[in-house]
């Protein structure tokens, strides 16, 4: 037990730094909660892709299934690389926050915004130009293309709920030096959904051509 | 000890902060502190309670069932009820009971064993009891209305994709996924609890094997529940959409179904086992008398359990037609897995064996325990193997064999566990003589009523049949069931008494009735809701019986980072290695879990019964009050 450090008896002064919310010292729990919510979401994501798979190869037919078409690759690369781009503004946008410069933080979280809009979007421009008619309840095909895309796209827009929550609170200086780690854990989710994107891009996308 | 019962060092302590601490940490009371409250000791015993609850249900419809397949030819049940009946039985037994039940004592222990005053999230923990009940409260409302899931606990399709009993089948499928949330929350929150909320000096090497499996249990939900909701979420857009995951006209594939479940499905039985394990391992050195044999090989069986656990999944479909080389892949890791169950059996004897052993009602239950789940494992390895699953599998054998695990691996460990803890919990001592009454009353019934199962399923009995003909050779060995069933039921009942009687009139409890060996027993019984007055130093594996653990809790009484006494807060220390790190403000009670759950809730009846704009609604209240929540962080409003 030598090796158990104690900070000295703290001083009356000193109390209002000690008990602020944030200190950098270890991770804190919001890290480890943000950590494993993320580690279930990726599990239900990569069971999804297994299954994806899973039916592909279990039938015996063509893949895609006779009358559907492949995926229109135009939209969906631009969703895809617009979520993939924004993963460097919003890196940037936790440095600045951190670093207590509100309006550049501002302004980088604004375009993780927007492009994560811009995802939304062309997403749905993908749902009209590749599929007119739906083939949802088609067949298997359907179904996967549509729930696996629709999962992820729900995802980006509860991100981007969360997302101007945060933009709110940085606004409002609830966030900021004092207390930047809201933002890292923002982050932490929107990274997740970014390589997820890509992930889904090369399955529901780009493995129907092989 | 002190005559009183109150430990010296925590006296000491207690004259010093308590009465600061008892307005820091006071909650409201009356209904709203009710329905507020963050305390995860209340949350603790509520999980306990609400599980008991619906353990009593369930128990109501297994006896109704035996009474049924009583005599051959029986006409008690028509066929319907009896398919609703058993799958409910089944299904609220697994998720509505046992694995909240064991996240009751989670949440009411864990955090006494680790010298810490509340959970990690302690709103996400009131929002995932609530979560639980409600859900609980759906799924047994299904029942009366003859809606309930009637495709059995496993839920097959094609069975269940049938068009015909949608309604009950989506019982199961938004029922399921609505408890998940709740089930998913807590595992986080016990984590990040055991990982960063130790006292100081609890290194992950000191931390008591309970709190381990809690741990490796939450990690194994976290991977686990993921393909059990997406299964869920497959065939609820199948019935209600129309997709085609498990359609094969249309591309769809059955058994994609039994791949999903399973993979959750069998982790889930460690899920279910592990804090079971966790709690015999309390047990058992308290009342050896000494510390437990092996110890890094416990955890180290407790955390290869977690992870072989998912490589097994695929021994539940040996009868769908799988190919040879994955069926022998299955097999193999099935066998494996035996090999940590192994070890924890060998440490509980030796430790047993090396100890002076103390015969109490938890300590008779841990040896029942012992021997029903050596069985249940035993016909376990045997379904291991191929060839003799491939006979037996869907007989009554199965029946037995599972009920020898979950009733002798879970129920009789969590029996134990409740005379163990109860003096902590209430304050008061059960009667042992009651006690011994009550274990002998519950083995043999146990065991007349499971273990003729064996017999009848190898006869060829099959499961779920709601009657059979006579002259199968089955009779008798039903017969010998439902009698047990019966008897089981008394000794239930009489359990109940037990506990009842002890609240009314058993004796106060001291701190430490048993001479334990872990820091639950160093507050008071029952805890005040600051559990520690001084957080302690831990200085071993055993805190109570080092000699020096108890006394830091004098040593830093005037400590501000110790004894924490102007605001909610707890100590943060370092993962591995439990070094102070700070002290953090906690949350304090709020109406919100509550709130967002009722939203939930909501949502998810509307979905059920197709009112999709109260769905819309529900869902955006929901989330505006989430957003609420999230906004009013402890140490943002200053």
Same mark, same amino acid.
Not at chain 1, 18 to 37: D, I, Q
Not at chain 2, 167 to 181: M, S
Not at chain 2, 557 to 584: A, K, Y
Not at chain 2, 609 to 637: C, D, K, M, N
């Given at each position: 037990?030598?090796?158990?450090?104690?900070?000295?008896?703290?001083?009356?002064?000193?109390?209002?730094?000690?008990h602020?919310p944030?200190?950098? +010292?270890?991770?804190t729990t919001g890290? !480890?909660g943000?950590?494993?919510?993320?580690?279930?979401?990726?599990?239900?994501?990569?069971?999804?892709?297994?299954?994806?798979?899973?039916?592909?190869?279990?039938?015996?037919?063509? !893949?895609?299934?006779?009358?559907?078409?492949?995926?229109?690759?135009? !939209?969906?690369?631009?969703?895809?690389?617009?979520?993939?781009?924004?993963?460097?503004?919003?890196?940037?946008? +936790?440095?600045?926050?951190?670093?207590?410069?509100?309006?550049?933080?501002?302004?980088?979280?604004?375009?993780?915004?927007?492009?994560?809009?811009?995802?939304?979007?062309?997403?749905?421009?993908?749902?009209?130009?590749?599929?007119?008619?739906?083939?949802?309840?088609?067949?298997?095909?359907?179904?996967?293309?549509?729930?696996?895309?629709?999962?992820?796209?729900?995802?980006?827009?509860?991100?981007?709920?969360?997302?101007?929550?945060?933009?709110?609170?940085?606004?409002?200086?609830r966030?900021?030096?004092?207390?930047?780690?809201p933002?890292?854990?923002?982050?932490?989710?929107?990274?997740?959904?970014? +390589?997820?994107?890509?992930?889904?891009?090369?399955? +529901?996308?780009?493995?129907?051509?092989? | 000890?002190?005559?009183?019962?109150?430990?010296?060092?925590?006296?000491?302590?207690?004259?010093?902060v308590g009465a600061v601490l008892d307005e820091t940490w006071e909650e409201e009371p009356g209904l709203k502190g009710w329905i507020t409250t963050v305390n995860h000791k209340r949350i603790g015993r509520r999980y306990l309670v609400t599980? #008991?609850?619906?353990?009593?249900?369930?128990?109501?419809?297994?006896?109704?069932?035996?009474?049924?397949?009583?005599?051959?030819?029986?006409?008690?049940?028509?066929?319907?009820?009896?398919?609703?009946?058993?799958?409910?039985?089944?299904?609220?037994?697994?998720?509505?009971?046992?694995?909240p039940?064991?996240f009751g004592?989670g949440n009411f222990f864990l955090p006494l064993?680790?010298?810490t005053r509340d959970m990690a999230f302690p709103r996400m923990n009131a929002f995932s009891y609530w979560v639980f009940m409600m859900?609980?409260?759906?799924?047994?409302?299904?029942?009366?209305?003859?809606? %309930?899931?009637?495709?059995?606990?496993?839920? *097959?399709?094609?069975?269940? /994709?049938?068009?015909?009993?949608?309604?009950?089948?989506?019982?199961?499928?938004?029922?399921?996924?609505?408890?998940?949330v709740s089930?998913?929350v807590g595992?986080i929150n016990f984590?990040v609890t055991?990982?960063k909320m130790? %006292?100081?000096?609890?290194?992950?090497?000191?931390?008591?094997?309970?709190?381990?499996?809690?741990?490796?249990?939450?990690?194994?939900?976290?991977?686990?529940?993921?393909?059990?909701?997406?299964?869920?979420?497959?065939?609820?857009?199948?019935?209600?959409? /129309?997709?085609? =995951?498990?359609?094969?006209?249309?591309?769809?594939?059955?058994?994609?179904?039994?791949?999903?479940?399973?993979?959750?499905?069998?982790?889930?039985? *460690?899920? $279910?086992?592990?804090?079971?394990?966790?709690?015999?391992?309390?047990?058992?050195?308290?009342?050896?008398?000494?510390?437990?044999?092996?110890?890094?090989?416990?955890?180290?069986?407790?955390?290869?359990?977690?992870?072989?656990?998912?490589?097994?999944?695929?021994?539940?479909?040996?009868?769908?037609?799988?190919?040879?080389?994955?069926?022998?892949?299955? @097999?193999?890791?099935?066998?494996?897995?035996?090999?940590?169950?192994?070890?924890?059996?060998?440490?509980?004897?030796?430790?047993?064996?090396?100890?002076?052993?103390?015969?109490?009602? %938890?300590?008779?239950?841990? =040896?029942?325990?012992?021997? @029903?789940?050596?069985?249940?494992?035993?016909?376990?390895?045997?379904?291991?193997?191929?060839?003799?699953?491939?006979?037996?599998?869907?007989?009554?054998?199965?029946?037995?064999?599972?009920?020898?695990?979950? =009733?002798?691996?879970?129920?009789?460990?969590?029996?134990?566990?409740?005379?163990?803890?109860?003096?902590?919990m209430t304050?008061?001592?059960?009667?042992?003589? %009651?006690?011994?009454?009550?274990?002998?009353?519950?083995?043999?019934?146990?065991?007349?009523?499971?273990?003729?199962?064996?017999?009848?399923?190898?006869?060829?009995?099959?499961?779920?049949? *709601?009657?059979?003909?006579? #002259?199968?050779?089955?009779?008798?060995?039903?017969?010998?069931?439902?009698?047990?069933?019966?008897?089981?039921?008394?000794?239930?009942?009489?359990?109940?008494? $037990?506990?009842?009687?002890?609240?009314?009139?058993?004796?106060?409890?001291?701190?430490?009735?048993?001479?334990?060996?872990?820091?639950?027993? @160093?507050t008071g019984?029952p805890p005040k809701a600051y559990n520690f007055p001084?957080v302690?130093?831990?200085?071993? @594996?055993?805190?109570?019986?080092?000699?020096?653990?108890?006394?830091?809790?004098?040593?830093?009484?005037?400590?501000?980072?110790?004894t924490m006494t102007e605001e909610h807060m707890s100590v943060r220390?370092?993962?591995?290695?439990?070094?102070?790190?700070?002290t953090m403000l906690m949350p304090e009670e709020s109406p919100l879990p509550f709130i967002v759950a009722l939203c939930i809730l909501?949502?998810?009846?509307?979905?059920?019964?197709?009112?999709?704009?109260?769905?819309?609604?529900?869902?955006?209240l929901g989330?505006a009050a989430l957003a609420y929540w999230l906004w009013h962080r402890p140490g943002v409003e200053e």
């Amino acid at each position: 037990m030598t090796t158990m450090e104690r900070r000295p008896t703290p001083t009356t002064p000193e109390r209002t730094e000690r008990h602020a919310p944030e200190r950098p +010292v270890g991770h804190t729990t919001g890290y !480890w909660g943000m950590v494993l919510f993320i580690c279930t979401e990726a599990t239900t994501f990569a069971t999804f892709l297994a299954s994806y798979f899973y039916l592909r190869f279990a039938g015996s037919g063509p !893949w895609p299934p006779t009358g559907d078409p492949l995926p229109e690759l135009f !939209w969906s690369s631009l969703e895809t690389g617009a979520l993939l781009v924004s993963v460097v503004p919003m890196a940037v946008a +936790v440095r600045t926050v951190a670093k207590g410069r509100r309006t550049g933080g501002l302004l980088m979280l604004a375009l993780v915004w927007a492009l994560g809009a811009a995802f939304v979007s062309f997403q749905i421009m993908d749902y009209l130009v590749s599929y007119p008619q739906s083939t949802l309840s088609s067949d298997a095909f359907g179904s996967l293309y549509y729930t696996i895309t629709g999962l992820h796209t729900a995802h980006v827009v509860v991100g981007l709920l969360m997302l101007i929550a945060v933009i709110a609170s940085t606004a409002l200086g609830r966030l900021g030096k004092r207390r930047p780690e809201p933002v890292a854990l923002m982050a932490m989710y929107w990274y997740f959904l970014a +390589v997820l994107s890509l992930a889904i891009y090369v399955v +529901v996308y780009i493995s129907p051509y092989a | 000890m002190s005559t009183s019962g109150v430990l010296p060092e925590r006296r000491i302590a207690e004259q010093t902060v308590g009465a600061v601490l008892d307005e820091t940490w006071e909650e409201e009371p009356g209904l709203k502190g009710w329905i507020t409250t963050v305390n995860h000791k209340r949350i603790g015993r509520r999980y306990l309670v609400t599980a #008991g609850l619906f353990f009593t249900l369930s128990g109501i419809q297994a006896v109704v069932l035996r009474t049924q397949l009583i005599t051959p030819n029986n006409q008690f049940l028509d066929p319907e009820w009896y398919n609703q009946l058993f799958t409910l039985h089944g299904t609220t037994m697994i998720f509505w009971f046992v694995t909240p039940m064991l996240f009751g004592f989670g949440n009411f222990f864990l955090p006494l064993m680790i010298g810490t005053r509340d959970m990690a999230f302690p709103r996400m923990n009131a929002f995932s009891y609530w979560v639980f009940m409600m859900s609980g409260l759906l799924i047994f409302a299904s029942l009366p209305f003859q809606m %309930a899931p009637n495709a059995g606990w496993f839920n *097959y399709v094609p069975l269940s /994709g049938d068009y015909q009993q949608q309604i009950n089948i989506e019982f199961y499928t938004l029922g399921v996924a609505f408890l998940g949330v709740s089930t998913t929350v807590g595992a986080i929150n016990f984590i990040v609890t055991a990982l960063k909320m130790r %006292a100081p000096g609890m290194s992950l090497a000191r931390m008591p094997i309970y709190v381990w499996s809690v741990v490796a249990t939450s990690f194994m939900v976290v991977f686990a529940l993921p393909p059990l909701n997406l299964a869920n979420f497959m065939l609820f857009m199948d019935l209600r959409f /129309g997709t085609k =995951f498990f359609d094969p006209a249309a591309g769809g594939d059955v058994v994609l179904w039994q791949h999903l479940f399973w993979l959750f499905g069998h982790p889930d039985v *460690y899920i $279910i086992v592990l804090p079971a394990l966790g709690i015999i391992s309390s047990i058992i050195p308290t009342f050896s008398r000494r510390a437990i044999m092996a110890y890094p090989l416990i955890v180290f069986a407790t955390v290869g359990t977690a992870i072989i656990a998912f490589g097994v999944w695929a021994h539940h479909m040996y009868a769908v037609g799988l190919s040879n080389v994955s069926m022998t892949f299955f @097999a193999a890791a099935t066998l494996t897995i035996t090999i940590p169950s192994g070890i924890q059996m060998v440490a509980w004897v030796g430790t047993m064996l090396a100890g002076r052993i103390v015969i109490t009602p %938890a300590m008779l239950y841990a =040896f029942g325990f012992i021997a @029903a789940f050596m069985i249940g494992g035993v016909t376990g390895v045997m379904f291991g193997v191929v060839g003799f699953d491939q006979q037996v599998t869907d007989s009554y054998f199965v029946v037995a064999h599972f009920h020898y695990v979950l =009733f002798g691996g879970a129920v009789l460990p969590i029996l134990a566990g409740l005379f163990y803890w109860w003096p902590k919990m209430t304050g008061r001592m059960t009667s042992p003589k %009651a006690g011994y009454w009550s274990f002998g009353l519950v083995f043999f019934g146990f065991n007349l009523l499971f273990f003729p199962m064996h017999i009848s399923g190898l006869l060829g009995m099959p499961r779920r049949i *709601y009657t059979y003909d006579d #002259g199968l050779g089955w009779t008798v060995w039903n017969f010998a069931s439902t009698i047990g069933s019966y008897v089981l039921g008394v000794g239930l009942l009489l359990t109940l008494g $037990i506990f009842a009687h002890s609240l009314l009139r058993g004796p106060r409890a001291p701190d430490d009735p048993w001479g334990s060996n872990t820091l639950e027993w @160093a507050t008071g019984s029952p805890p005040k809701a600051y559990n520690f007055p001084v957080v302690p130093t831990v200085h071993s @594996a055993n805190p109570m019986w080092d000699g020096q653990t108890l006394t830091t809790m004098e040593t830093y009484r005037h400590d501000e980072q110790r004894t924490m006494t102007e605001e909610h807060m707890s100590v943060r220390t370092s993962e591995l290695d439990g070094r102070f790190e700070m002290t953090m403000l906690m949350p304090e009670e709020s109406p919100l879990p509550f709130i967002v759950a009722l939203c939930i809730l909501a949502t998810v009846t509307s979905l059920l019964f197709s009112v999709y704009f109260l769905v819309g609604i529900f869902a955006a209240l929901g989330t505006a009050a989430l957003a609420y929540w999230l906004w009013h962080r402890p140490g943002v409003e200053e």
